[in-house]
């Protein structure tokens, strides 16, 4: 019987045969966006009836600075509870930018053109040396998640994140979205010039073995419709084709993740080249069916899913066992590893949540 760990990697190098493999989004180690299902007395109950049956990939990180140290970043928080306030200044030179988040809700950090344009001036760190130190001390914590891992199951998974994130992060949507026809050519260079910061980070990881595969989340950080199918071309083709063809040299695996109306630009994933896409979703929270995203792949690339997050609250185990034979049955010769659309970011799970968990993984993996 195959392991789930040579099951992720034949699904992800094109192999159909017998059923597809099955992945719960369920990280080893304990992460800042799901719960930690090995210790939630619910989850784990999961987790454990997983091991050996499912995918387990181990998502992780390594953070480096964005800028300089001469850009100067503040955190301030005030008040507790429901008045909780916390301010974030960046500062360099004669630029002030500050973001609040409080009750009234978040004031982002780039929320005019001309913080915009100050802030995409503002000095990268791109000191190959600077980046290595802060890479090389969080190498020790990282080496013993990768020695706890039960490597039959899976894979370590690297989240290094793209270009595109921290403007994101950083904007007023409303702005960031007219931002994409007035100032393109300055969120474009910003772009290319922290690109080679992402090129030294991605390489120190791969010349050090640490993972066999690579997840990339920027593709829905700047697509339709919030932003046209151009400027994804412009903001998100280039730097993750470059990435995904990087790691493919080191013989790693590329998953690109994307929510939203992803039928428009579905062809884009086929120049960006990654081994897996997830996910794949439907309408009505998506616009794409699984059957029309295997046609516009033309089978060479493993889709992930495609079991909404919200079935596995609403189903009973039933329906949830039929949906997932549905799924499988729609995927037949085709490549698919099975999978929710969302992680495990529920700290207080209904019973049903976690039934229809147990009842995924009967029907996915026997």
Known sequence: MPTPRERLFAALAGETGGPPPAWLLFPYHATGYYVDVRRHPAYRRVHEAALGRAITLDRRHFRVPLHTPEVVSQVQRSGTGPSATETL????????????????????????????????????????????????????????????????????????????????????????AVWSLTHDATVVSFLDRLMAQKRMVYKWCLEHGLADVYFLVGSEMASPPLVSRATFRRWIVPYARELTALIHQYGAKVIQHYHGQIREILPDFLDMAPDGLHTIEAPPVGNCTLDEAFTLTQNRITLIGNIQYDEFRRLTPPQMRAAVHDVIREAAGRRLILSPTAGPFDPAPPGSLIANYLAFLDASCG
């Open 89 to 176: 200044t960046v500062s360099w030179r004669g630029v002030r930018l500050v973001q609040v988040a409080g009750p009234r809700g978040v004031k982002r950090l780039l929320d005019s053109d001309e913080a915009l344009e100050a802030w995409c001036a503002l000095p990268l760190e791109l000191d190959e040396r600077r980046l290595t130190e802060e890479l090389d001390a969080q190498l020790p914590a990282y080496l013993r998640e990768k020695a706890e891992f039960p490597a039959s199951c899976g894979a370590m998974m690297l989240d290094l994140g793209e270009p595109i994130g921290p403007l994101y992060g950083a904007s007023r949507l409303e702005d960031y």
